[in-house]
């Protein structure tokens, strides 16, 4: 989606957290979003149920009712309204299990820069505008992917058909023809559909940022790498790996990425020891 067609949308955030809520609501209000806060699980509910929203951020861990009962509650009760999670470092793989719920994508605190919510926001609200344009008959399945032209019928066969082999795959188009849309269809349509389904977009993030989400990282790997962490690559084992605007990438790291590619394995910053990981990676490059 261009920037000039971005949509405004309702949004929840959910925190116990006064400064974190407050940062975040006016990240998101500064591009015009309307945003709600609340404090805690049991009013994030409360507020889903009084009013429509389009995108829900929940902390995982608050007191009483806690995130993955959000995610739980929303996903079961509202299937269109999009759930972003905020996790405390070292909690990434409770995040992981919220996005098996149905989750849309998560983020770890502190959050890395205003940037990161507003682009994860934006990304949510285009799918959940998509989901809405679909027909009855695709919103009963788990991915929605319409089309008008007959010619996209081999493009739709052929996802279906590169779905059930472990091969790389590179999807390229024009902003808004809907890549990640086609890179959910091939998770879902694969065997790797019950494994996680993880995203990251490589415009948004510093290069050393970046590294450390892709690869994770060694305790005293650097300053304030205070424990081993596992980068999303290592996350996505089992299931697929999409990076987002992969042509952002910097050399050095594109080659450390080739390796991943050709090789499924790497070493997290700091470490030594091969990690090594199956033939589930995605890409999508933008020119």
């Not at 829900?56 to 009712?65: F, S």
């Not at 409770?94 to 998560?106: H, I, S």
């Not at 990640?180 to 559909?193: C, D, G, I, K, W």
């Not at 996680?196 to 305790?219: D, M, R, Y």
């Amino acid at each position: 989606m261009r920037s000039s067609e971005k949509r405004v949308g309702r949004i929840l955030v959910a925190d116990d957290e006064e400064g974190v809520r407050t940062f975040l609501a006016e990240a998101l209000e500064r591009t015009g979003h309307e945003v709600t806060q609340v404090a805690d699980g049991a009013a994030a509910l409360l507020a889903v149920r009084e009013e429509p929203f389009d995108v829900v951020l929940t902390d995982l861990r608050m007191p009483g009712t806690d995130g993955m009962t959000v995610v739980r509650t929303v996903r079961t009760q509202q299937a269109d309204v999009e759930v972003i999670v905020l996790t405390a470092f070292g909690d990434v793989a409770t995040a992981v299990e919220a996005m098996k719920l149905g989750a849309f994508d998560y983020v770890e605190k502190p959050v890395p820069s205003p940037s990161v919510i507003r682009e994860l926001v934006d990304r949510a609200l285009e799918r959940r505008l998509k989901l809405a344009a679909s027909s009855p008959a695709e919103l009963a399945t788990s991915v929605k992917l319409t089309f008008g032209a007959p010619a996209m019928k081999p493009v739709v066969d052929a996802l279906t058909r590169v779905a059930k082999s472990g091969a790389t795959v590179l999807l390229q188009g024009e902003s808004g023809t809907g890549k990640e849309v086609a890179a959910r269809l091939l998770h879902e349509t694969s065997p790797r559909a019950q494994k996680p389904f993880i995203a990251i977009n490589c415009a948004v993030l510093t290069e050393q940022l970046l590294e450390s989400e892709l690869f994770g990282h060694e305790k005293g790997a650097f300053t304030g790498a205070h424990a081993q962490r596992r980068g999303r690559i290592e996350l996505a084992d089992g299931g697929t790996f999409f990076l987002d605007e992969v042509g952002e990438l910097k050399p050095v790291l594109q080659a450390k990425l080739l390796r991943v590619l050709e090789e499924r394995r790497f070493e997290r910053l700091g470490g030594s020891t091969p990690i090594t990981v199956g033939r589930s990676v995605g890409s999508r490059y933008e020119p």
